[in-house]
């Protein structure tokens, strides 16, 4: 596990807009960022949910330009690439939920976002997705996570940003994940 975020504010008394989620469940926000805007968003729902955070890296690093990023997505989606990851979440089954985030790499989530569903048994969890992208939106993103995962866990609804304002974007979380089922 990369690292553990709790919240200064649940020391403090103060409530968290989760606080009616049992005490003894634990969230999970597993994330795949490349450019760093992923992984603020995650440290927002981190902040907002005291959730633990897990970051999703291959073993083999992703480098290069933008136009190089591209063509490698291209050709991983075509050969339908699932990458080694490098880390494993430690104890995943004690993780009822999971947020999870990802950027919209040329229509769809990165490959390693597929291995990483595919790694896991997911059955009876709840997946909270969220999606960080450019002008194309989440594009077949939400379909083809619930493709991947079928009927094995409950979907609730996204959140996505665009890329520029993800430096805004936490009093937006922080309404989302007030309106989650949870």
């Not at 136009?67 to 050709?75: E, G, I, M, N, P």
Request: aromatic share 10%; hydrophobic share 40%.
């Amino acid at each position: 596990m990369k690292r553990r975020t709790f919240l200064i504010t649940a020391a403090m008394g103060l409530a968290s807009p989760l606080r009616a989620f049992a005490d003894n469940d634990r969230i999970l926000i597993a994330y795949f960022s490349q450019t760093g805007n992923t992984e603020l968003i995650a440290h927002d729902i981190a902040e907002v949910t005291g959730g633990d955070l897990f970051e999703i890296k291959t073993k083999e690093p992703i480098v290069g330009d933008f136009d190089t990023l591209v063509q490698k997505a291209r050709q991983d989606l075509a050969s339908g690439a699932r990458p080694a990851l490098a880390e494993k979440v430690p104890n995943f089954e004690q993780y009822p939920v999971i947020f999870l985030g990802f950027p919209n790499w040329v229509g769809t989530m990165p490959m390693a976002v597929f291995t990483f569903i595919e790694s896991y048994d997911f059955n009876g969890k709840t997946v909270i997705p969220f999606c960080t992208h450019g002008t194309s939106g989440v594009s077949n993103t939400m379909s083809d996570l619930q493709k991947t995962l079928g009927q094995k866990a409950r979907i609730l609804p996204y959140f996505d940003v665009y890329r520029n304002n993800v430096a805004d974007a936490k009093p937006d979380i922080e309404r989302w994940v007030k309106t989650l089922d949870l």
